[in-house]
């Protein structure tokens, strides 16, 4: 059973959980938070909190509870506390942890997913991998961070800093990214609803600035305040390593050095180490680390170096180091090192805080003789490396650690503990940059600098020691010498020696720190002894010199500085004993020159001994005027004197004697009974520079010691009145001097005077139990009328000291409070305030606003009854400056004080139930600065510095209002009239909306923006109160104010930040528990004010129309319901008014195309217009509930909208991409044609017209462009009306308009080469400028364009494009081609394959189906998507223009492929038993004719098909349509030879040759023995028509020959001669075998003309036709089997692909129908099942190795591959453009054209040669029973060449024509064609068999080899593309008439071959060597 959970609530996943077996279980991943609502037998119950709307179980083990929260516990937000709904709902479960950590938990997720899809576009243009590397590692060291705190065991300062780190890098990311600010005070996020809006946006504004600069050393801080300067730094030192082995005991000293100002800044730090070296670093560890203090900022910013001197303790010569230990040991110098304190190091990088662990630095020693060893360090750093030298030494060296500490040392103590627990204090020299209250220093340094000293006879100098000693005034040693910290002082040091040396230079530093008790009678003793190297020498005392550390008689210390001390002699110390002796004589030997008595001791008067002093005392002082201020009793009469002199007394020395000062001072200002003394003015000024010196940042921390003075030990209770008298005094004297220096001071101190004041009044009150009250306030009250009249001067020269006065009038109000009542002080500083003139100069006003700020955060406006009194003064002072716009910067930070600290109070109290002083404060600021607050923001731009603080301000103001306070606003305004309340009203609409539409805040504040939309959104609820109350009302009713208000709702509802959709799971989870979704507030607060309107509905219609709209295309769907009923009641509101809906309507449809383009809406949208559930339940109905022409026009206004949104979600879910290109160019057409036909809108006609047309440039589709803005033009007139401007035309009339379409429209056709297409618009154009225009300019220019196209036309240069059809099947494909079928126009010189690659690019998911059968509705209505594509032929439209002459086949060419509407496919099939023999008898065309919308060309590349036709074609029909073709195209031969006699025979030659001695498939034979046989017709009498027809054809074929021999032998080049004898040979036989078949009598005419034709050379004794059959090829030998298997097939070379245009359809057939296996590679287009069917028979009843015999009894051929490879391909290009790209493209063949060329040899190729033919052998002996059939139409093979000729043929010459068919490009392979996309792989030439007699119709067999196609005359006529042709259309067919090949039915193995004049089959070519010949056509 489950049960509610109690302790465990929250937890983390520790292993993935992903069960789908399990009911209801929950897929959990590791590291997802879960919140757990019940358990049962371990397993609970709850849901992930990423989405907290799934719910589901999941195992107890798999989940680590943690610590947790809980808000809103078990209760419901409902009445009375009722549990009406799951508690859980509105329960709030937070994890109790630190909020970095969760923080860190949070962002770890986000920017997860956000690198995986970084990584995802890695390597391409978008891909960022400096990013995505970045990224990386900032989440690396975000888990590694987060693992530290989590692990606990970092100390406090380790954590603080750890904090700091983790929220910059947060930051940073979160920058990076683009994400949101995270708004943070002191590191860590605020909580918005806890702070004020102004306060919020301070926030943000100093987190953005941090985030970006890192300038803060504290993170991101919110509060916008000063930042602290930190004066005080400190530098942690340890030695951690000395490698060098003296061998003797040793000092190391270190210190820091300004190399700047190349002197010593601290004391010496000593390390001392015994002989035996640095070894134990456990030992040392709190002898060697220090602490160099109080470095200041300049000190960081110089250059500092750690000095390092090493002094050993042994003997004199450091060579006798190892001998037997020394008596007397010596400190001799050694080495010197330096480490430099880099800036980065002292200051960290880039505002980076500074690593938890210390930096180390090593370095070397450096050696130097020893009279320059006090100068080493600066030798080095001048880099004189001629003076010193290295120490030798192995090892590392010296190497010490550091790290910088900021801050008090205090403070930094507390923060690292550890770090400097039990650390010496190495202090600077002289004070730091600020001295602290509290702090005793008495310290005197001593340097011993150098000394001059005699030789004393001797000849080397001596070895001089200098011993120091402290002794007091009775001769004890004091022990305070300290040679360095870290080590107890001692009474004595003792110098280095430096060797035989008489002018010795030391520079040792000592501090002498003898107690200030015995400072005053100490002295220091210098002894001089000589120290010799000899063993057991002792050291001989030779003088000594001694210095007086106080002058007793001035009571001042020794002057800092260089002391020059007399050297007496002495050689026994035991004579200095007694100090009295010499302490009386001098000690300087200035001052003994001067001295005339005797002295005890004789000076040495060539001998000093220099020393430097530095006393750094807080007790002792070395200045004589502060003495003399302190000891005033002592010499009362001087007390002038010494106050005059006070002002010259440095400030440190003032400082360090404060309390003390200030006593003397406060005694000698009044006497004992509070009356004023001579001198109390002097004293005044004397308070008021003491008082001034604590502005000084260097004396600041010495406030506290004033106050604690003030508080502690400050006893004058009379002064108050004399103080108040000065000040007074000044006030008033200020008009009239000059001398304003001492009023200024004066005034900048009144925060201490008045400290001073209510001090000394409380003291006197407390003594006298308050007397004098009445007395005290009038002298205030006098005090500030002064001031006030002060003020009130308008003068130049006291303009400063009024500033000075408001600036700091403050001090003095806040001291004032202590005594007097809030109102009171409130009210003498509102008297100072209100003084002030009207016209104030700027500074004066600036000072004025600053008192303001001041007062507004002092004490005064803690009170109520004050705050209350202030504000009033306050906000009327803001107002003048806002009006006025003064000072806006300032305004802005006092109203944002004000309502910050307004917030803090309020904050305590539930909103609507504030004290009243509360209610009245925020109702003051309210209607004092609201609405000018208003004028100011909308006067600003938005990019304006203030204009964010003041938006700020304006969203404080409405947070702390309440609803009492907006009525009363209302109310206040209104009383003024009802004008100035709309005037308001309209204002902060109008605001709102600007707002809310141009964004103040950044982007990434998402916080700040979210708390202001909470706040417009009550705002708004508020403001629809006087909208209702005020102008709804009849009479009242303000049309701009509500559609303002409307308008403000909608954009509020709309804007981007609001779409929660868009947000994260957790993002939006946020946003919805703090604020629930805003826009379903606002959406019900429209509903609300919509339904108040009532009757005044319809002035809003259409306005208010696309914003609704805006707002139903919010994905909320509840939203959703709720608004569309408003367009029902517009609807009625409109049809009620008006009797229709027509605005409605037509702006409904306009918005509905600008939003959907615009992106917005998505599918929910469409289907909610859909649906019955959603649209029909709200709409429909409640429309059919009204009248019925209410009822159909509104239904059918919902249909038409739900068809308009159908197609522009449609075409904005294509609108990006290149690859949807085409999808975009459909659905813009679908839009144009429905915005033309079913609502008739011109305007949004053309918008898409010219969308198309944008769409149709980029891709090279002119053609298409053209005609689309045909479309427009047609819209046009020839007028002179006047036409508007827009953004692709300038204002004009309606003609120039026109013009100017069809110019470009004329350029268009002409880059995409339809010249027919632009003459016309040029012969309209003329017709304008001719009879209209008069423009003969422009004619002319027309004209020739005209003339140029018509050339154009002649010239030719155009590729025929290829047609194809595509259906589109499923129900996963877009609407507008889903279950539909299309007729695309190919792109120029596109293939099938690559048109397949293309469409199946648009459409990567769809699948393509392998067949060209109908789908099934299983297909049909699935929710996938399939594709069938196959190619078709195109049927021309008559062109009854063209008839009853000859017409250049040029000027037909075009019309035979464009202007189309009707396509076909043909499908073969068989009716009955297959003939083997002759495959032709029982051979049936299913025609299918598709009728598409539209002509193509057209506005698109493509049409739908609309209608669908299928007929079937009889054998002898379809026999008919072949031969007709075939003559057709010898026709057009003939009549572009005879005006071309100069182009390239070998077409023409080739295409004789072919239809004449047809030695493939038989030719005339086969129709011969299948139709006009008796038996044929007595079977099939119904054939009798197109039998006799046939014959007809046969017969015409004849005489079309004879004249195309007659004209061959006149043109034909003498090589061709013997061929054309040839031919006029085979001729006569075929035309007598014609004769007898047919019967007619045109076949009896003469042949005289043909005799006539010149004979070539030949052999004498061979008959031409006989010798040409016995020698020519290899056709009449027989084959052996072909090979059946299929990989056989399509593995050798010849499989490679061509892209011959004689092989451009996949329905063609040879001359007379034989269709042929195309290649394997085209599997994949469509695989014609229905052959398979009618082939199954023939398939039985035939033996795998059965032949079919030709004619010529040759071996017949399997038919095993075309039973088992029964495919159709779509047709290949023309190569009559083929040709002429490959002509003129200077790129290399392709490999697979290779072999082809190699041919080419003698015959004129395609690049237009005409080499002479070889003359024909003579062959004899061949028996002529060979059937000569007459030649078919394109696909006749031409006649056989001789072998040797066969072997240099050119493509050219083999097929016959003016533009050649088999191109130079098109490879053969082993002599035969090669394959090509539509043909199947060829074999070797030795497994043909010999090629059948002249062609015949097809057979149903099929094999992979190279295929025999229908020829453009036989394949493109008979090949089923076309009905057939009458005699009249007979007569008007083209070269180029012909109709591509059988469409396909299945992707390939099926081709035919077209030939005509631009296209020729090789498989024709009976002519060619048995090398080059095809396979036998019975053989598909």
Not at 403 to 411: A, I, T, W
Not at 457 to 462: F, I
Request: with cysteine; glycine share 6%; net charge negative.
């Amino acid at each position: 059973m489950w049960t509610p959970t109690k302790n465990q609530k929250f937890g983390v996943v520790t292993y993935n959980f992903h069960h789908d077996g399990i009911r209801q279980s929950l897929h959990l991943d590791i590291g997802e938070t879960v919140q757990i609502l019940e358990e049962s037998n371990g397993w609970y119950r709850g849901f992930s909190t990423r989405n907290r709307n799934v719910r589901g179980i999941f195992p107890s083990s798999y989940i680590h509870l943690r610590p947790f929260r809980i808000d809103n516990e078990g209760i419901s937000p409902h009445e009375g506390g009722r549990q009406s709904a799951p508690h859980w709902l509105y329960e709030t479960v937070t994890p109790v942890e630190d909020g970095v950590v969760q923080e860190v938990a949070s962002i770890l997720w986000e920017w997860g997913q956000i690198w995986k899809d970084l990584y995802v576009v890695l390597g391409t243009p978008q891909g960022n991998q400096e990013l995505w590397d970045a990224l990386r590692k900032a989440m690396m060291d975000l888990a590694d961070w987060r693992k530290q705190l989590v692990m606990g065991t970092l100390t406090s300062d380790q954590i603080a800093q750890l904090k700091l780190k983790i929220t910059r890098r947060i930051d940073w990311g979160n920058r990076k990214l683009g994400l949101d600010l995270v708004p943070r005070i002191e590191g860590e996020m605020v909580d918005p609803d806890r702070m004020s809006v102004v306060e919020l946006h301070q926030v943000h504004v100093q987190s953005a600035e941090t985030s970006k600069g890192h300038s803060s050393s504290t993170g991101t801080l919110g509060k916008k305040r000063e930042k602290r300067k930190i004066l005080s730094h400190h530098l942690f030192f340890c030695m951690r390593a000395f490698s060098y082995h003296l061998g003797e005991d040793t000092e190391i000293f270190f210190s820091l050095y300004d190399a700047k100002q190349s002197r010593f800044i601290s004391e010496r730090f000593l390390v001392k180490l015994s002989k035996e070296g640095f070894s134990n670093y456990i030992d040392c560890i709190n002898s060697n680390c220090t602490v160099f203090t109080d470095l200041g900022s300049a000190d960081l910013d110089s250059e500092l170096y750690i000095v390092t001197q090493v002094i050993r303790i042994g003997r004199m010569m450091f060579s006798e180091s190892g001998k037997k230990t020394s008596v007397q040991n010596f400190r001799r110098p050694y080495g010197v090192a330096l480490f430099k304190l880099t800036s980065s190091l002292l200051k960290g990088s880039d505002g980076e805080p500074l690593s938890f662990s210390q930096v180390e630095l090593s370095g070397k020693l450096f050696s130097s003789d020893e009279k320059d060893f006090w100068q080493l360090h600066e030798l080095i750093l001048k880099k004189q490396s001629n003076k010193y030298s290295i120490l030798s030494n192995t090892s590392y060296g010296l190497v010490v650690s550091v790290k910088v500490l900021h801050g008090e040392l205090e403070q930094a103590t507390k923060e690292n503990p550890l770090l400097l627990k039990n650390v010496c204090i190495t202090k600077k020299l002289g004070f730091s940059d600020v001295i602290m209250p509290g702090d005793v220093r008495n310290d005197l340094y001593i340097t011993l600098s150098h000394g001059e000293f005699e030789r004393g006879g001797k000849s080397t100098g001596k070895n001089i020691e200098v011993s120091v000693h402290a002794l007091d005034y009775e001769g004890q040693p004091i022990e305070c010498i300290y040679s360095g910290t870290g080590h107890d002082g001692t009474t004595e040091f003792s110098s280095m020696v430096m060797y035989h040396n008489n002018s010795p230079r030391w520079s040792e530093r000592l501090k002498i720190a003898i107690p200030i008790d015995k400072f005053s009678g100490a002295h220091l003793r210098l002894e001089f002894r000589h120290c010799s190297t000899r063993e057991k020498g002792e050291k001989k005392m030779f003088g000594f010199s001694f210095v007086r550390l106080m002058d007793d008689e001035a009571g001042t210390t020794l002057r800092d500085g260089a002391h020059e001390l007399c050297v007496y002699k002495c050689d026994d110390r035991s004579k200095l004993s007694n100090p009295e002796e010499y302490i009386t004589m001098p000690f300087i030997t200035r001052e003994a020159v001067e001295c005339i008595y005797s002295l005890p001791f004789q000076r040495s008067t060539k001998e000093v001994m220099v020393i430097n002093t530095l006393l750094c005392s807080t007790k002792l002082t070395q200045n004589v005027d502060l003495l003399s201020l302190l000891r005033w009793r002592s010499a009362p009469d001087g007390i002038g004197e010494t106050l005059s002199r006070v002002s010259r007394v440095d400030g440190a020395e003032t400082v360090k004697f404060l309390q003390d000062v200030l006593d003397a001072l406060f005694a000698m200002f009044s006497t004992e009974d509070g009356n004023s003394t001579q001198h109390s003015g002097h004293v005044f000024q004397a308070l008021v520079s003491i008082f001034s010196l604590l502005e000084d940042s260097k004396f600041e921390h010495f406030k506290p010691v004033m106050d604690a003075y003030i508080t502690g030990h400050f006893a004058a209770a009379l002064v108050y009145k004399g103080l108040i008298s000065c000040v007074r005094h000044l006030s008033d004297l200020c008009p009239q001097t000059d001398k304003q220096d001492p009023i200024l001071r004066c005034f900048r101190s009144l925060e201490y005077i008045f400290k001073f004041i209510i001090q000394s009044r409380l003291l006197f009150a407390r003594a006298t139990g308050g007397q004098n009250e009445d007395s005290f306030r009038i002298d205030v009250e006098c005090l500030f009328k002064s001031c006030a009249t002060m003020l009130s001067v308008q003068a130049s020269n006291i303009l400063q000291t009024q500033v000075t006065l408001l600036e700091n009038i403050h001090g003095a109000s806040d001291q004032l409070a202590r005594v007097m009542t809030a109102e009171e002080v409130v009210a003498h500083v509102s008297s100072l305030l209100n003084a002030l003139p009207q016209d104030l100069p700027r500074e004066l006003g600036k000072a004025k606003l600053k008192a303001i700020k001041n007062a507004i955060n002092s004490t005064l406006f803690e009170d109520d009854e004050g705050r209350g009194l202030l504000l009033e003064t306050v906000c009327s002072c803001l107002r003048l400056h806002l009006d006025s716009r003064l000072e806006l910067s300032l305004c802005a930070e006092i109203l944002s004080d004000i309502l910050i600290l307004t917030h803090k109070h309020t904050f305590r109290f539930p909103h609507n139930k504030l004290p009243p002083s509360l209610h009245m404060g925020v109702e003051t600021v309210m209607l004092s600065l609201a609405d000018v607050v208003i004028q100011v923001i909308l006067s600003l731009d938005t990019s304006a510095p203030n204009a964010g603080t003041f938006v700020a301000c304006l969203m404080g103001v409405f947070q702390l209002m309440n609803e009492k306070h907006y009525a009363r606003l209302w109310e206040f305004h209104s009383n003024h009239g009802t004008h100035n309340l709309r005037h308001l009203l309209h204002s902060v609409i109008i605001l709102l909306a600007d707002l809310v539409k141009t964004a103040v805040f950044p982007p990434d504040w998402f916080v700040m923006r979210m708390v202001t939309n909470h706040t417009i959104l009550t705002a708004m609820q508020e403001i629809a109160q006087p909208l209702i109350l005020s102008f709804l009302k009849q009479g009242n009713f303000d049309n701009q104010l509500w559609s303002t208000y409307l308008n403000l709702a909608v954009g509020f509802l709309t804007q981007p930040c609001l779409q929660l959709e868009q947000f994260s799971q957790q993002k939006r989870h946020k946003v919805l528990e703090r604020y629930n979704d805003m826009r379903v507030l606002m959406g019900f607060q429209i509903l609300s004010m919509w339904h108040n309107l009532d009757e005044h509905r319809l002035h809003f219609i259409p306005g208010m129309v696309g914003p609704f709209l805006e707002v139903t295309l919010v994905p909320e769907p509840e939203l959703r319901k709720a608004t569309l009923p408003i367009f029902f009641d517009m609807m009625q509101a409109e049809q009620q008014a008006k009797g229709n809906f027509k605005q409605v309507e037509t702006e409904l449809i306009d918005k509905l195309d600008i939003l959907i383009s615009e992106n917005k809406g998505d599918d929910e949208y469409r289907q909610l217009f859909n649906t019955m559930e959603h649209l029909s339940a709200v709409l429909l109905e409640r429309v059919r509930s009204d009248d019925p022409v209410w009822r159909d026009s509104g239904t059918a206004f919902i249909n038409s909208v739900t068809r308009l949104l159908e197609r522009l979600l449609d075409y904005r879910n294509v609108m990006q991409g290149d690859e949807n290109c085409d999808k975009r160019m459909s659905c813009t057409v679908n839009l144009l044609n429905f915005y033309k036909n079913e609502i008739n809108r011109q305007e949004m006609y053309v918008r898409y017209i010219y969308k198309l047309h944008d769409l149709h440039l980029p891709v090279g589709n002119y053609t298409e462009a053209a005609f689309t803005l045909q479309l427009h033009a047609a819209q046009l007139s020839w007028s002179n009306r006047m036409l508007h401007a827009d953004h692709l035309y300038p204002a004009q009339t309606e003609t120039q308009r026109k013009e100017q379409i069809y110019r470009q429209i004329v350029n268009y056709f002409d880059k995409g080469k339809c010249w027919e297409e632009g003459i016309p618009l040029l012969e309209e154009l003329a017709v304008q400028y001719k009879l209209h225009i008069f423009d003969y300019k422009k004619l002319s220019e027309v004209l020739k364009q005209q003339a140029e196209f018509y050339e154009k036309i002649l010239k030719g240069g155009r590729y025929d494009n290829e047609y194809f059809r595509v259906g589109f099947y499923g129900f996963g494909l877009p609407l507008f081609v889903r279950n539909k079928v299309f007729i695309y126009r190919g792109l120029e010189y596109e293939q099938i394959t690559a048109f397949t690659q293309r469409i199946t690019n648009e459409f990567p998911q769809a699948k393509l189906l392998s067949h060209n059968t109908p789908p099934d509705d299983a297909i049909r209505s699935s929710d996938s998507q399939y594709i069938q594509i196959c190619a078709v032929k195109p049927v021309a439209a008559p062109k009854p223009e063209f008839d009853g002459g000859e017409v250049d086949e040029r000027i037909l060419k075009y019309y035979m492929v464009n202007h189309i509407k009707h396509f076909t496919y043909d499908r073969p099939t068989y009716r009955g038993q297959p003939d083997k023999e002759n495959e032709v008898k029982n051979l049936w065309i299913e025609r299918i004719t598709y009728v598409t919308e539209s002509e193509l060309p057209g506005i698109l590349k493509w049409f739908e098909v609309v209608e669908q036709r299928v007929e079937q074609l009889s054998p002898p029909q379809y026999a008919c349509e072949t031969v007709h073709k075939n003559n057709s195209h010898i026709r057009q031969m003939i009549n572009h030879y005879r005006v071309n006699q100069q182009d390239n025979i070998q077409p023409f030659t080739m295409r004789l040759q072919g239809t004449i001695d047809a030695a493939v498939n038989g030719g005339i034979a086969k129709y011969q023995e299948a139709f006009f046989g008796s038996e044929y017709l007595l079977i099939n009498p119904e054939f009798t028509e197109h039998v006799t027809k046939l014959k007809g054809l046969i017969s015409e074929q004849t005489m079309i020959l004879e004249v195309a021999l007659e004209l061959h032998g006149k043109i034909a080049p003498a090589a061709n001669q013997p061929l054309h004898k040839r031919l006029i040979e085979v001729f006569e036989g075929l035309r007598t075998k014609v004769r007898k078949m047919c019967s007619t009598p045109q076949s009896q005419r003469s042949s005289s003309s043909l005799q006539s034709t010149p004979h070539t050379h030949r052999r004498a004794d061979s008959d031409p036709a006989q010798e040409f059959r016995r020698i020519g090829s290899i056709i009449n030998s027989p084959l052996p089997p072909l090979p059946s298997d299929k990989k056989e097939m399509s593995g050798g070379p010849s499989s490679s692909t061509s892209g011959n245009s004689s092989l451009r359809s996949s329905q063609a057939s040879s001359l007379y129908g034989h269709f042929q296996a195309a290649s394997h590679d085209d599997d994949l287009y469509a695989k014609p099942q229905e052959w398979e069917e009618s082939l199954s028979a023939f398939r039985d009843t035939r033996p795998r190795s059965a032949l079919i015999t030709d004619s010529r009894g040759s071996s017949p051929k399997s038919l095993t591959r075309s039973l088992n490879n029964d495919y159709i391909i779509v047709p290949p290009a023309r190569l009559s453009d083929e040709r002429q790209r490959w002509r003129h493209s200077s790129r290399p063949p392709s490999p697979r054209r290779v072999t082809q060329d190699s041919l080419n040899t003698s015959w004129s190729d395609s690049h237009g040669s005409h080499e002479s033919l070889p003359p024909l052998p003579p062959r004899g002996g061949e028996k002529t029973s060979r059937s000569v059939s007459l030649g078919g139409e394109d696909d006749q093979p031409p006649p056989v060449l001789p072998k040797r000729m066969g072997k240099k043929c050119t493509s050219p010459a083999m097929f016959g024509s003016d533009l050649l068919l088999s191109e130079s490009d098109s490879g053969v392979s082993n002599g035969f064609l090669p394959t090509t996309p539509d043909t199947p792989p060829l074999v070797s030439p030795r497994n043909h068999r010999t090629p059948p007699p002249p062609p015949i119709p097809p057979k149903t067999s099929s094999t992979p080899l190279t295929p025999v196609t229908p020829t453009s005359g036989a394949g493109e006529e008979s090949g089923g593309d076309r009905t057939l042709l009458s005699t009249q259309d007979y007569l008007q067919v083209s070269p180029h008439s012909s109709l591509d090949d059988l469409t396909p039915t299945t992707p390939t193995n099926h081709i035919v071959y077209e030939v005509d004049t631009t296209r020729h089959s090789l498989a024709d070519n009976y002519s060619v060597p048995p090398r080059l010949q095809p396979p036998p056509s019975t053989h598909p």
